[in-house]
């Protein structure tokens, strides 16, 4: 049995976890949101979430078949969590800009908006807006 000694911060699983519901704003903090609401995003994905520390230079992998524990829905879209590494061999920061989990956090939801896969999507009309709305219609005369 390893201690915890043992284990240097480059160990894989002594990466911090990222999870969507921690950045999500349709999320309490009893649900998991673990930023304010005025910076989290309206349903990230966990690939949102490495695309962002990648391209920022953290080294990041996806878990895809995780799921975090409070997240009641089991759909594809909410699962997965995100594995980045804080601090080398020697207990160094990779980035000096992440001293901590809450900062790649926050950088991550200031991020996610900005990627071309969610500034496409706004192309488009309402999507609040249904068709055929409307009209009830009955099976014919009341009772009086």
Known sequence: MA???ARTPADQDRFICIYPAYLNNKKTIAEGRRIP???AVENPTATEIQDVCT???LNAFIEKNKMYSREWNRDVQYRGRVRVQLKQED???CLGQFPSRKS???YAAEMIPKL???TQKTG???PNLQQGEGSKKGKGKKKK
């Open 3 to 5: 201690c915890a000694a």
């Open 55 to 57: 391209a920022v230079g």
């Open 37 to 39: 609401i005025s910076k």
């Open 91 to 93: 207990g160094s920061l």
């Open 116 to 118: 071309k896969t969610r």
């Open 124 to 126: 488009g009309g309402d």
């Open 104 to 106: 790649v956090m926050l």
